[in-house]
């Protein structure tokens, strides 16, 4: 006793090693019991991980959908005829005017105008039909070429990019049957024989006498190929494609004075002095800052249309899905975390006399309560990482067997179930968490155990 009349209480602290090796020591006494809770662990994990993996991999797969069928940060903007009335009134057309004006918009990086022309073309015994699309340089740069190089202005000539699947629209001069009817690729090579070309009659000139041209084809437009070699489609596989200024000059070349089939006359008939463009693409700066710009040539009157709209809305329904999936998986979870809470109180009745031994002894009450924290945790440990092991497993057979059947149905390729890092990094994590979490209140109990009644605990 103290000269004061109080007793003095003196604690001793363990250290974490010694926490943890007399925490490994009493799991490892009740192997059956741990080794259920641990299994309770692995199930919840592996659940939550599946169910979020397949979340990730169809928001993921839609994603990567949409950028094969259109760059995310494109807008398609086109005349809105509803502000014009008429087509030949000049309310609403898309004029190079227009073009700098959709520049001056925040976040747009460039804007391309679209000017298009039908012609029709022969090699051999085929003969086809296409559109010729001029683009600015940094639009035809979007392009990515399997072969060859882009236009070049300076060549005094117009030079074309042309999409693999252009030669669908052949068919054989002599049986008008084509890919369409017989569902055999017509013997047609764009880009490496020529061929003829031949524009549109503008009226004042007998179909008969039109002029055939032979333009060199600098690139073709690169596309993946199926499993028999056939090119897949893509926005650029169907289309013949040369600088708008370049095509423009051809143009007034070919049809001088006269009225350029497509393109908008006035009242008297009469051709304007200026190209309007079929529409115009305006390439913003980032993904995120579509749908602002987007809104900005709304309001400018005109109709515009982005990969990113559709997205969006694709997205949030993914979003749902991944919120349901995941949880589910949070249930079996959260089953596994009442199993480790049961095996902590199971022990605590066990190990009632240790902890009065213990709390006699002087053992820090934090010690006695990290003791359990770290045996439940070690738990949430042992079971969340075997629980990633066994989802990496479900996640290859989902893949094997799931995967292929998705992209049988054209639904992309790729695996429907992505584990990334971050989500292996966090299901063990969250399973320590939870772990601890679900031993803290038989912790507490333990801290709150009178060390008398604990002695004398049979």
Not at 75 to 101: H, L
Request: glycine fraction near 12%; hydrophobic fraction near 40%; aromatic fraction near 10%.
């Amino acid at each position: 006793f103290l000269s004061s009349g109080k007793r003095r209480k003196r604690e001793w602290t363990m250290k974490f090693s010694d926490l943890l090796r007399m925490s490994i020591n009493n799991l490892r006494r009740r192997k059956l019991r741990t080794g259920l809770t641990v299994l309770g662990v692995v199930i919840g994990t592996a659940s939550i991980v599946v169910m979020v993996s397949l979340g990730i991999g169809l928001k993921e797969i839609t994603v990567e959908q949409y950028e094969s069928s259109g760059s995310l940060t494109k807008i398609e903007v086109y005349r809105n005829y509803g502000m014009g009335g008429s087509e030949n009134e000049e309310d609403g057309f898309i004029t190079d005017k227009t073009i700098e004006s959709f520049k001056g918009i925040p976040h747009v990086k460039a804007v391309s105008p679209v000017l298009s022309t039908y012609v029709q073309m022969r090699q051999g015994a085929y003969e086809g039909s296409s559109r010729i699309e001029g683009l600015s340089r940094e639009a035809l740069e979007e392009i990515e070429l399997g072969e060859g190089r882009l236009p070049d202005p300076s060549s005094g000539t117009m030079e074309l990019v042309v999409g693999p699947m252009v030669a669908q629209n052949f068919w054989d001069a002599k049986t008008g049957r084509g890919f369409w009817e017989t569902g055999e690729q017509p013997a047609v090579d764009l880009y490496g024989k020529p061929f003829f070309t031949m524009f549109q009659s503008s009226g004042a000139e007998e179909s008969g006498k039109q002029k055939k041209y032979v333009f060199p084809v600098s690139g073709l437009v690169k596309s993946d190929t199926d499993e028999n070699g056939n090119p897949m489609y893509n926005e650029y596989s169907y289309g013949i494609y040369t600088d708008v200024e370049t095509l423009k000059t051809q143009l007034k070349r070919i049809y001088k004075k006269n009225p350029i089939p497509g393109q908008p006359v006035n009242k008297k008939g009469k051709p304007y002095n200026y190209y309007v463009y079929d529409n115009a693409y305006v390439y913003v700066d980032d993904m995120n800052n579509v749908m602002e710009v987007q809104a900005a040539v709304t309001d400018m009157g005109y109709e515009a249309h982005s990969s990113m709209q559709w997205l969006e809305q694709a997205q949030e329904q993914m979003d749902m899905i991944q919120a349901v999936l995941g949880g589910i998986g949070a249930v079996s979870l959260f089953v596994a975390a009442i199993g480790i809470a049961n095996t902590m109180m199971m022990s605590i009745y066990e190990r009632t006399r240790e902890i009065g031994v213990l709390k006699v002894l002087g053992c820090a009450l934090g010690d006695i309560r990290s003791m359990f924290l770290i045996e439940a945790g070690f738990i949430g440990l042992m079971g969340g990482a075997a629980g990633l092991l066994l989802s990496y497993g479900v996640s290859s057979l989902i893949n094997k067997f799931l995967g292929s059947g998705l992209m049988g149905m054209g639904g992309g390729g790729g695996d429907i179930s992505r584990i990334p890092m971050w989500l292996s990094a966090a299901a063990v994590g969250f399973a320590i968490v939870i772990g601890m979490l679900a031993g803290l209140f038989p912790a507490l109990r333990a801290m709150k155990l009178s060390p008398l009644a604990a002695i004398r605990n049979e």
